[in-house]
C-alpha cells in the first residue's frame, strides 16, 4: 500500500468529522490489515479521553478526541458521558508525502 499524501489526510479527516466514534473506529480498523490501536481511551489530560490508531501501511497516524461528563443518576453513582469532539490525521516519520 502507498501511504496517504496530505490531501488524502485532509478527506480522511473531513470523513472521520461527520462521523459518530464507533464507526470512526471500525473504518479505521478496517483502513490498514497492518493498522492497530495503540491505546483505547487513555486521560492524557483532564476530562478528554484519546484513541490512537497507528495505520502503519498508511504511513498515518489517528486520534480520535472525546470529551467526558459524569451527571449524577438517581443512586450515587456517576454516569458517564462520552462526546465525540475533535479528530487529529498526522503522518508518521516514515511518511515524507
Do not use: H, S
Not at 471500525?26 to 490498514?32: H, N
Not at 458521558?81 to 503522518?91: A, H, Q
Amino acid at each position: 500500500m502507498a501511504y496517504l499524501n496530505q490531501q488524502e489526510r485532509t478527506e480522511l479527516l473531513e470523513k472521520l468529522k461527520k462521523m459518530k466514534f464507533n464507526r470512526a473506529k471500525g473504518k479505521l480498523r478496517r483502513m490498514d490489515p497492518k493498522g492497530q490501536i495503540a491505546y483505547f481511551r487513555n486521560a492524557q489530560e483532564a476530562g478528554k479521553l484519546v484513541t490512537c490508531f497507528n495505520l502503519e501501511g498508511l504511513g498515518t497516524r489517528v486520534f480520535l478526541v472525546e470529551k467526558l461528563t459524569r451527571t449524577p443518576t438517581a443512586g450515587r453513582a456517576l454516569k458517564p458521558n462520552y462526546e465525540f469532539v475533535e479528530v487529529i490525521v498526522e503522518p508518521t516519520p516514515e511518511n515524507r508525502t
